[in-house]
């Protein structure tokens, strides 16, 4: 005669259900707590503090990288004279960017590195970090800059 799993738990004393409900308890807490950071992570937006005077650690390095490889910064100034309305360049700078952080993953220094080490020692995700790219700001900088070089000579 075959028992189904409802005539078996009909059967069981509480000391023996017991170990089930702490299991189940503690799968439902995780499944909320799981639920909680999911729901932070797409509806509040997290602000890391400001860094080397940009908008945060990401941001920053970014920009170093860029500024400081001749190429990056001749492709972007290159953006910058085909693209002469800010919400054009902003939405190309973003794209090159993002392009140039994934083609950089496999390599044990540059930009990605940067961004990863910083994420792992502050507990982070790499993409977490990347989605906080403020490339509003970047942007804003490089026209910036690009806009006092021109005046200037």
Known sequence: MVVSAEQQWAHMTEAEKAPFY??????????KAQKELDTMAT?????????NGHTNYATWNVM???????????????????????TAFTHHL???????IRETRD???GC??????YANAHGKRVDYMI???DFEAISASLLDSYNAEQQAS
């Open 131 to 133: 989605r906080r790219i």
């Open 112 to 117: 990605y590195a940067d961004i990863k080490g």
């Open 43 to 51: 509806t509040t937006e997290i602000t890391l503090p400001t860094y």
């Open 22 to 31: 702490a299991r189940w308890a503690a799968e439902a807490a995780k499944r």
């Open 94 to 100: 973003r794209n090159h960017l993002l392009r140039y």
């Open 64 to 86: 170093l990288w860029i500024e400081n490889e001749e190429w990056s910064y001749d492709n972007l100034q290159f953006f910058i004279v085909r693209n002469h309305d800010k």
């Open 107 to 109: 390599i044990d220094t």
